[in-house]
């Protein structure tokens, strides 16, 4: 049986709730996972068999850990069946919710040394009310500026459930293939 390491990098849980919705559905299928924080110190990733990273964008990019986790096992990640995804409020947008069109993954595929085999975006969550006050005021502007929920008392999610778990399904059949060669 593949063991399964799905890792995030979220700041206000979005993300660690994608993943645990992944988590579940592959449990569901009878395998083998496991989710943890990408600083997880206790975390041994090359005791893995399949590895998934899941990070959301802050202001334009996906945060610095992201890149040095990336950068930190390179070598693991091209030698195992792998998996990245985004999380972002573009993503919301027809047009700009698949990792062909979506801005953030297209940069991310492009100047990432690491070539994941599968790659998702999906659209993230907007809770005004969590948000530090620099932070709110920061993601209203975006909105303001990309056409979304202004109204500081917002709090959707918009995230596309059966998308997530396509996803997860998709992550199940990773490196099924060449094992089966
Ligand atoms: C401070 C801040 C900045 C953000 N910047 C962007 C951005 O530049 N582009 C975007 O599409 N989404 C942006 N978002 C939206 C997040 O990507 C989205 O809310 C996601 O669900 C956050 O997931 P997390 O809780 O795992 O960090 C931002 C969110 C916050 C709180």
Same mark, same amino acid.
């Given at each position: 049986?593949?063991?399964?390491?799905?890792?995030?990098?979220?700041?206000?849980?979005?993300?660690?709730?994608?993943?645990?919705?992944?988590?579940?559905?592959?449990?569901?299928?009878? $395998?083998?996972?496991? #989710?943890?924080? *990408? &600083?997880?110190?206790?975390?041994?990733?090359?005791?893995?068999?399949? +590895?998934?990273?899941?990070?959301?964008?802050?202001?334009?990019?996906?945060?610095?850990?992201?890149?040095?986790?990336?950068?930190?096992?390179?070598?693991?990640?091209?030698?195992?069946?792998?998996?990245?995804?985004?999380?972002?409020?573009?993503?919301?947008?027809?047009?700009?919710?698949?990792?062909?069109?979506?801005?953030?993954?297209?940069?991310?595929?492009?100047?990432?040394?690491?070539?994941?085999?599968? $790659?998702?975006?999906? #659209?993230?969550? *907007? &809770?005004?009310?969590?948000?530090?006050?620099?932070?709110?005021?920061? +993601?209203?502007?975006?909105?303001?500026?990309?056409?979304?929920?202004?109204?500081?008392?917002?709090?959707?999610?918009?995230?596309?459930?059966?998308?997530?778990?396509?996803?997860?399904?998709?992550?199940?059949?990773?490196?099924?293939?060449?094992?089966?060669?």
């Amino acid at each position: 049986m593949h063991k399964t390491l799905l890792l995030y990098h979220s700041g206000y849980g979005h993300t660690r709730k994608i993943v645990e919705r992944i988590r579940a559905r592959l449990v569901e299928k009878g $395998v083998d996972a496991h #989710a943890a924080p *990408l &600083d997880d110190e206790n975390l041994e990733p090359a005791e893995y068999d399949r +590895i998934v990273l899941g990070a959301s964008i802050r202001n334009g990019k996906h945060k610095q850990p992201v890149h040095a986790f990336i950068e930190r096992h390179r070598q693991l990640l091209e030698q195992r069946p792998s998996g990245f995804f985004s999380v972002n409020l573009v993503a919301r947008k027809p047009g700009k919710n698949t990792p062909e069109t979506n801005p953030y993954v297209k940069a991310f595929i492009e100047k990432c040394p690491w070539k994941p085999d599968l $790659v998702g975006v999906f #659209a993230g969550n *907007l &809770d005004y009310q969590r948000y530090s006050f620099m932070d709110r005021n920061i +993601i209203r502007f975006i909105m303001w500026l990309t056409r979304g929920p202004t109204d500081p008392q917002t709090n959707r999610e918009f995230t596309d459930w059966d998308e997530v778990d396509r996803f997860a399904d998709a992550i199940a059949g990773l490196g099924e293939r060449s094992r089966a060669a």
